[in-house]
């Protein structure tokens, strides 16, 4: 099951939150176990933002029941310090849930993968993003519920993808939620309806090239493969097309940067799909029902072909 979907506004800025919400929440009958968005909002582009979690296994608005909040605190305590020891700023920081946490960072570093690595090294921290439109939010449960715990429907934005999931390969906690962020890649993000079945051959190979991995879903694979070909000088275009036969298994998949969304399709094309265009506004998602949450008017959808990958541009 799970179900996955996606919009781009060309010439102007919206609602994203509420209205990927709409979306996700009309997928709702495709998995209930948690739902993320990867949301693509107006900023200045001055500072990093940084979506990150300090608790394992954790959902449902509430800390674990083995963790503490004062391990939460000494555990942010920590990362602020590198985050100074590294020369950043922390401009503005927000704590929405004891174990989630929005920081809006000042650093110069082009190569996000040193400061991600040391902001990791801090056990139980994890980035869901980095970007500067970009941000990750995931969580338990359905899309109105993450949406309302986190006040996403606040969120203006250009662009967005999200998903819905019924946990099927692995377990049920944020870790293993989408999105994906395209680490060590600023403002990439990856979600995904499939199985893969080269998962194990590819992480280890991308392991021994110095990839990062920090849940065993399969879909994080995806995240990771891109960004292998992008650190390796691919354009995105070309990463996801090399990914068609790169990847085995049943899957599709939308992949979103600060000005861009794309989808692929695997050659056999057993994951649905269903698009629609317009001159300003592409909606597209696992069944139709989604880009009915936000375009009730008769419209015109097609299926993508089996092997098709597909960019738009804002």
Not at 2 to 29: E, F, P, R, W
Not at 122 to 135: N, Q, R
Not at 249 to 259: I, P
Request: glycine share 10%; net charge negative; hydrophobic share 35%.
């Amino acid at each position: 099951m799970c179900g996955i979907a996606g919009l781009i506004y060309k010439d102007k800025s919206v609602n994203i939150g509420t209205q990927l919400q709409g979306m996700l929440q009309a997928l709702k009958h495709r998995g209930e176990d948690s739902t993320g968005y990867a949301l693509y909002g107006d900023t200045d582009g001055k500072n990093f933002i940084m979506r990150f979690k300090v608790g394992e296994n954790v959902g449902e608005g509430s800390s674990s029941v083995s963790e503490e909040t004062s391990v939460y605190d000494e555990r942010i305590k920590i990362v602020k310090s590198h985050i100074l020891g590294m020369g950043a700023k922390i401009i503005k920081e927000e704590r929405i849930l004891p174990y989630s946490l929005r920081y809006e960072v000042n650093y110069d570093e082009k190569d996000l993968r040193e400061f991600s690595r040391k902001i990791e090294s801090v056990p139980g921290v994890e980035i869901l993003s980095m970007g500067k439109s970009l941000e990750v939010i995931k969580d338990l449960g359905n899309a109105k519920e993450v949406c309302d715990r986190y006040n996403l429907d606040k969120v203006v934005g250009t662009h967005a993808i999200g998903h819905a999931r019924m946990a099927t390969e692995s377990g049920v906690d944020i870790k293993s939620a989408h999105p994906f962020w395209g680490y060590p890649f600023s403002d990439v993000s990856v979600v995904h309806n499939g199985q893969l079945t080269n998962y194990w051959n590819n992480r280890r190979m991308l392991e021994n090239e110095g990839m990062r991995f920090m849940s065993e879903c399969d879909s994080e694979l995806i995240a990771v493969y891109l960004a292998k070909k992008l650190r390796d000088g691919a354009t995105l275009e070309e990463g996801m097309k090399d990914s068609l036969t790169g990847l085995d298994g049943v899957f599709t998949y939308f992949v979103a940067t600060k000005d861009s969304l794309g989808m692929a399709k695997d050659t056999m094309a057993a994951k649905p799909l269903v698009l629609y265009e317009s001159d300003n506004l592409i909606a597209m998602g696992s069944e139709e029902i989604a880009i009915r949450a936000i375009l009730p008017q008769e419209i015109d959808t097609y299926d993508p072909y089996d092997g098709e990958v597909k960019v738009w541009q804002i």
